[in-house]
């Protein structure tokens, strides 16, 4: 039997049953974001940053994206003061949308970014297991965890611990769903937000893969509207 493959068939009919309204909300943000020219700002430390680059850079999404970079790769995201630090760098323009990705959402790192976030007045969608994040103690002094600064939340449902399979014999569980999910609810909002900027008469600005031929030409013409803001670091 291909076991993670029925465990994902499961996760997959659960964010269907419980996320559906959620995404609609979200890509309703997001064509808004970008028809009043803002851009989507995704982030994500450690192994969420897996989620982050889903909608940034790739054939088929918007190019109206950009990841902040944690240059740290997660090793301080346990830290106060990091998040805030980082978003000193990162240029916040007043119609921009945000995503943050943490499946368990109580570490300073992501939390100090939301707040900052909200702080602008910018909208906030949070990428988390919110079951997981409510059961979990904040490791911020605050508190607070992810979710609470979230406009919406798309829950991934995945377990504690994010690893969900277990193997007789190994007292550890294995294989993540976490960023199966992330893909699957991150894919279906940029899926929707196209959609409704189309049906708005507005142009959505989509990468065409680079290996099309004509696509890397296209994407630099398109890239050249928006370059100021998607390549500030």
Do not use: W
Not at 1 to 12: A, I, S, V
């Amino acid at each position: 039997m291909l076991t993670f493959f029925e465990e994902c068939k499961r996760l997959t009919k659960l964010l269907e049953e419980n996320e559906s309204g959620n995404i609609t909300k979200a890509a309703k943000i997001t064509a808004s974001a970008i028809m009043n020219g803002g851009i989507i700002q995704s982030f994500g430390s450690g192994h969420s940053y897996a989620a982050a680059i889903e909608i940034s850079g790739r054939a088929g999404g918007l190019i109206t994206t950009k990841v902040i970079m944690d240059p740290a790769g997660g090793m301080y995201e346990q830290c106060e003061g990091v998040g805030k630090t980082l978003m000193h760098k990162v240029q916040i323009n007043e119609c921009d949308v945000f995503f943050l990705i943490s499946n368990s959402g109580r570490n300073p790192m992501a939390i100090e970014m939301a707040k900052e976030i909200k702080e602008h007045g910018n909208k906030l969608i949070v990428v988390t297991s919110l079951d997981v994040s409510k059961r979990a103690e904040s490791r911020h002094s605050s508190g607070k965890k992810l979710y609470e600064f979230a406009d919406v939340i798309l829950d991934n449902h995945s377990a504690f611990g994010d690893a969900s399979l277990d193997i007789d014999g190994l007292d550890t569980r294995v294989c993540g769903t976490s960023s199966f999910a992330a893909v699957l609810l991150l894919q279906q909002t940029m899926y929707e937000a196209i959609q409704l900027m189309v049906e708005e008469g507005y142009e959505p600005p989509v990468y065409l893969s680079a290996n099309i031929d004509g696509g890397h030409e296209r994407n630099l013409q398109i890239e050249k509207h928006y370059a100021e803001r998607i390549f500030h670091i």
